[in-house]
Nanobody
Framework: QLQVVESGGGLVQPGGSLRLSCTAS????????LGWFRRVPGKEREEVSC????????SYADAVKGRFTISSDSAKGTLYLEMNSLKPEDTGVYYC????????????????????WGQGIQVTVSS
């Protein structure tokens, strides 16, 4: 049984911070790339960030570059997304995803690479 579960979402004021966590069962055995994606109001699912356990590299969407940081802890089986300087346009449902495909951190951002997905967690940025 493989499970991907997000936590840490909620309501935050513009300029604030949140830290999302994602637990993935069988982390060390099954996954090589892990990522965060989001669905914002009025738009389809879009990339946020990803990290590769193959080379340790990561990628970020232009909209979050310099504000968000992705990291992982294989010992804990957990993926993190630290979000700083949050903006109202960051509001949406955030999804954690994982895949055994051994891509590099430079190439891991496209959602079609992922086959295990969490249910999503709401992040709302509003004053």
């Amino acid at each position: 049984q493989l499970q991907v579960v997000e936590s840490g979402g909620g309501l935050v004021q513009p300029g604030g911070s949140l830290r999302l966590s994602c637990t993935a069962s069988g982390f060390t055995l099954h996954y090589r790339i892990l990522g965060w994606f989001r669905r914002v109001p009025g738009k389809e699912r879009e990339e946020v960030s990803c990290v590769s356990t193959r080379d340790g590299g990561s990628s970020y969407a232009d909209a979050v570059k310099g504000r968000f940081t992705i990291s992982s802890d294989s010992a804990k089986g957990t993926l993190y997304l630290e979000m700083n300087s949050l903006k109202p346009e960051d509001t949406g449902v955030y999804y954690c995803a994982a895949s055994p495909t051994p891509l590099s951190g430079r190439d891991c951002l496209a959602p079609n690479h992922y086959n295990y997905w969490g249910q999503g967690i709401q992040v709302t940025v509003s004053s």
